[in-house]
């Protein structure tokens, strides 16, 4: 290596992170520390045998981190390495057996950081030490955390269109108070609209109800027309929420009137607008519950939309908005069966979802993966019916028809519970293509609606039929390795050169969550969530603790950059609602930021290894 002198370096720069953490002191102290290396073109700046007392920053150039004759990493201007050459880890590989080398793709400049400066900065600012010194997960939930500080923005700029409107219930003013109360009780509703003798709108509430009744003593059979308060506080549909929030809190009311070119269109309740300002979700879940036929249920899946640009927006955890989304897209789905489906349907089957939306991981609106479990013995003659519409209408609300007809409507997936039992039996003991990607399907079931014991039956058969067939789960291990992870697309960025677009799915979700199925499978695990997967195997000792919570974190980093790379994308489709994200999984690695950047590069590495670890565990080498 060729080091110049030590010189307080103004090329270093102290904005990237986690060296923006630093005081002016500590920057100073640094700048006294700092070495700088220049390397030429093929250079070897750091390899297995050399050992090093230094972390490497590139000031200039780009520099190659090959692991075996395979480009693994290409590090630019602001990326360090060489860390875990400086704490004793300097060739490990997946199971420390692949030799890493750190070459110069051209020439090259590094800012070098001698062990002792750094230690004394760790020590005298541990928020630092954290940053620069913790291990991969740590690392990552660093960076994550420096982009979780979202505006509320979104929320206070909502409109009362976005809230759930109670439908207007209009009474005469001839009614009696008994009419008005039976007419609430009927319609579900807290209050009721008065017409006027001379055209005006009046209000009674449920509370109104009570005080002149119970309190004051008016006999039911009393006129509704002279005891409705008039003289209405209205809004229109397009106003902002908080205008109705403030107008609330002016009056002391619990509900305003909405008008859209001023005729009465609903009612917006406090409870319901509150919702909205804390939580979208609740929202849709108010329109799913009130939902009286698909239409409805039509509005409040393309709500689901705008819910995850919000949440996104405002910094929600990937998780937490997939558990929401999940939970939403289940209700909407049972809601549905049980509008069209007949009674004795209802009773003697199981609706279930699978893939992403099984295991609770769905995000935007994939393809339909569901079937229909029946009860041995029972017969529907309006079978087909039903089955076509149910997967027509989730059609309409945004969700494609499965390529493979994983759906309903395909009698090979809607069937008795001893059919299911012979297919699986013939997937585990007659495996084939299409029985591997059938059994991996089903095992990631989770039930909607009707009797959830159908599931749990064919789930237990499932798990009892499974024997420590080594042929058996190497071949349903395959598919984890059939996707390329590319690493030498960041080397394109550095260059100048526009980076081809990289399926995120294929090369980094999809490795993980088959590799851990196929993991838990063998285990026999119930468990249909990715992450409860990978915990339970650790807990197991199937997997390393470590290498836990590395999947774990880069699970949900690379579920965060898809859905980012989707929502960030300006809206070239048509507005409002009714407007879906389009399902891409393409990310443009020229188009992601620094920290996305690193953390793309990083989880990428990650799945290469576990991608060697489940290749030697099943054997698929051999």
């Known amino acids: 290596m060729q080091h110049a002198m030590p010189t307080a370096s103004p090329d270093f720069d102290y904005g990237q992170p986690p060296f923006d953490l630093l005081t002016d002191d500590q920057r100073t102290a640094l700048a006294g520390a700092l070495d700088i290396a220049l390397y030429p073109r093929d250079a070897v700046l750091l390899s297995r045998e050399e050992p090093t007392d230094a972390m490497f920053v590139v000031l200039r150039g780009t520099v190659q981190e090959r692991r075996g004759g395979e480009v693994a990493a290409v590090h630019g201007p602001g990326d360090r390495f060489g860390l875990q050459a400086l704490y004793g880890a300097a060739g490990a590989g997946a199971g420390?057996?692949?030799?890493?080398?750190?070459?110069?793709a051209e020439e090259c400049a590094c800012h070098l950081i001698p062990r002792p400066a750094l230690e004394a900065l760790a020590?005298?600012?541990?928020?630092?030490?954290?940053?620069?010194?913790g291990d991969f997960a740590q690392r990552m939930r660093d960076l994550a955390a420096l982009r979780s500080n979202r505006e509320m923005a979104a929320l206070t700029m909502a409109r009362i269109r976005q809230a759930y409107l109670h439908p207007p219930l209009f009474v005469d003013a001839a009614a009696s108070l008994r009419d008005a109360a039976e007419a609430m009780r009927q319609n579900r509703a807290s209050s009721v609209l008065v017409r006027g003798a001379d055209g005006a709108a009046g209000i009674l509430t449920g509370t109104d109800l009570r005080d002149l009744v119970v309190l004051d003593g008016r006999p039911v059979s009393e006129p509704v027309g002279p005891l409705a308060r008039y003289g209405l506080l209205t809004l229109d549909r397009d106003d902002l929420l908080f205008n109705a929030l403030v107008l609330m809190t002016k009056h002391a009311v619990r509900r305003v009137v909405v008008t859209e070119n001023g005729a009465i269109v609903g009612l917006l309740e406090q409870s319901d607008l509150l919702a909205v300002l804390s939580n979208h979700s609740q929202v849709i879940g108010l329109q799913v519950e009130h939902?009286?036929?698909p239409a409805d249920l039509r509005r409040a899946s393309?709500?689901?939309?705008?819910?995850?640009?919000?949440?996104?927006?405002?910094?929600?955890k990937v998780s937490f908005i997939a558990d929401l989304v999940t939970e939403l897209n289940r209700r909407i789905f049972r809601k549905l069966f049980e509008l069209l489906a007949p009674p004795d349907l209802l009773a003697n089957s199981c609706l279930i979802v699978m893939g992403s939306e099984g295991r609770g991981e769905q995000l935007l609106k994939t393809d339909q993966d569901n079937g229909l479990i029946l009860r041995d013995g029972f017969d529907c003659p309006d079978l087909p019916r039903f089955a076509a519409d149910f997967t027509r209408h989730l059609v309409e609300f945004g969700y494609p028809p499965c390529p493979g007809n994983i759906m309903v409507s395909n009698?090979?997936?809607t069937r008795p519970l001893a059919g299911y039992k012979d297919a699986l039996f013939n997937?585990?003991?007659?495996p084939d293509e299409a029985a591997q990607m059938n059994l991996a399907i089903f095992y990631d079931a989770a039930p909607v609606a009707g009797d959830a014991t159908l599931l749990a039956e064919a789930k237990d058969y499932l798990l009892s039929r499974l024997q420590d067939n080594q042929m058996f789960f190497t071949q349903f291990a395959r598919p984890a390795l059939s996707f390329d992870t590319p690493s030498g697309l960041f080397a394109a960025l550095f260059e100048r050169r526009r980076a081809e677009a990289v399926d995120i799915k294929k090369a980094g979700i999809f490795p993980i969550v088959h590799g851990v199925r196929a993991l838990a499978l063998e285990k026999h695990r119930a468990e249909t969530n990715t992450v409860e997967r990978i915990q339970v195997l650790a807990e197991l000792g199937a997997l390393d603790r470590k290498m836990a919570a590395d999947l774990v974190e880069a699970f949900t980093i690379l579920s965060t950059i898809r859905l980012k790379a989707r929502v960030d994308l300006p809206d070239d489709g048509p507005e409002g609602e009714g407007a879906e994200l389009a399902i891409d999984n393409l990310v443009h690695p020229d188009r992601l930021g620094k920290l996305d950047r690193d953390q793309f590069k990083d989880c990428l590495a990650l799945v290469k290894s576990f991608k060697e670890l489940i290749a030697h565990h099943f054997r698929l080498n051999h």
């Open 427 to 430: 997937w585990v003991h007659r």
């Open 123 to 133: 020590a005298e600012n541990p928020e630092f030490g954290a940053a620069i010194l």
């Open 411 to 413: 009698p090979e997936w």
């Open 291 to 293: 939902a009286t036929d």
């Open 96 to 104: 420390g057996s692949t030799a890493r080398r750190f070459v110069a």
């Open 302 to 316: 393309r709500s689901i939309v705008e819910l995850i640009r919000t949440l996104h927006a405002t910094g929600v």
